[in-house]
């Protein structure tokens, strides 16, 4: 598992960063190699005596935007919850996946966010047992497999969220088996969305539900992918969109690939793709609206707080 540092070198909206921490955590167990790797993370804390509520926020494909993951980390801090921003690009010297998904894999940020959980947890000024997770796009994919019971036995450790929110989640690659660790999920996804559809969040979230996990909550907004960025709709030529070739991972790490006939790493999955012409360049994004945004917030705090995050 990935190591973490807790910088103080940045604020929302006025509100500092108090502590500089490194944590390093073992290796996970696991069909999909994993390097060791210090990342960073800011670390905002509630104007409140603790134990407090927190969220690990993972970003999405473009990395940490201070109008999207440090938007979210500021409304959750003014609701009384801190919020831990995880960066998973910058340390290993990306600046974005959009074009480049196998940059930094989701589980490479699955870890960092355990690592992040880790830490958390050994804090006196956090309740242990009210820690949960989100993010948007790649974030919340990460939000997702963090859940699932074949990637708990993948990490090697016995840590879980307690509960996950999963902003417009890429949900074209899906595990074979759905069972969770049974802790709440709130899929919050775009009507309009054409780079992470969401009629596959709506299937996966079916098959969690029948699988046993009974509190998976859905909303559907009438918005396009990446609501965050307020202003006009825009398109992003270069996008790797995965979203034409539906696929299911194996409990060993493999994708089973129904118009291949075969399962595959995931390596030689991404290879397919484009030689099979499968693989669309394009996706479009914001659009979104101050009160489209600030009415997403309320729902993920009202979320929250029904969750006795509060």
């Known amino acids: 598992m990935s190591a973490i540092t807790l910088s103080c070198t940045d604020t929302v909206d006025g509100l500092l960063v108090p502590e500089r921490i490194a944590i390093d955590s073992l290796a996970p167990v696991s069909p999909i190699a994993v390097q060791p790797q210090t990342v960073s993370a800011r670390l905002f ?35 009384g919850i801190a919020a831990c921003v995880v960066d998973s690009f910058g340390p290993r010297g990306v600046r974005s996946t959009v074009a480049d998904q196998s940059l930094v894999t989701a589980f490479q940020m699955e870890c960092d966010a355990h690592a992040a959980l880790r830490y958390l947890q050994r804090d006196r000024g956090i309740d242990r047992a009210r820690i949960g997770i989100m993010g948007v796009s790649k974030g919340g994919v990460t939000a997702v497999n963090s ?22 989640p890429g949900c074209v ?6 069972a969770t660790t049974g802790a709440p999920m709130f899929f919050m996804l775009a009507e309009y969305d054409d780079y992470t559809p969401a009629h596959y969040a709506l299937a996966y979230a079916a098959r969690m539900r029948a699988a046993g996990s009974s509190d998976v909550r859905i909303k559907i907004y009438k918005a396009h992918h990446g609501w965050e960025s307020v202003g006009p709709l825009y398109h992003i030529p270069l996008a790797q969109n995965y979203s034409d070739c539906p696929n299911l991972i194996e409990d060993d790490g493999r994708h089973f690939v129904a118009a291949a006939g075969r399962a595959m790493t995931e390596a030689e999955y991404r290879l397919w793709v484009r030689e099979a012409g499968l693989l669309r360049l394009g996706a479009h994004a914001g659009g979104g609206t101050v009160a489209l945004r600030e009415r997403a917030a309320d729902d993920l705090v009202a979320f929250l707080r029904g969750r006795a995050f509060n």
């Open 147 to 168: 859940a699932l019971a074949v990637r708990r036995h993948w990490r090697g450790v016995e840590e879980t969220f307690a509960l996950h929110v999963a902003i417009c």
């Open 45 to 79: 804390r509630p104007d409140r005596s603790g134990p407090v509520a927190a969220m690990v926020i993972l970003s999405s494909s473009a990395g940490i935007q201070r109008h999207r993951e440090l938007f979210y980390a500021a409304r959750l801090v003014r609701a």
């Open 173 to 178: 690659a899906q595990h074979r088996d759905p």
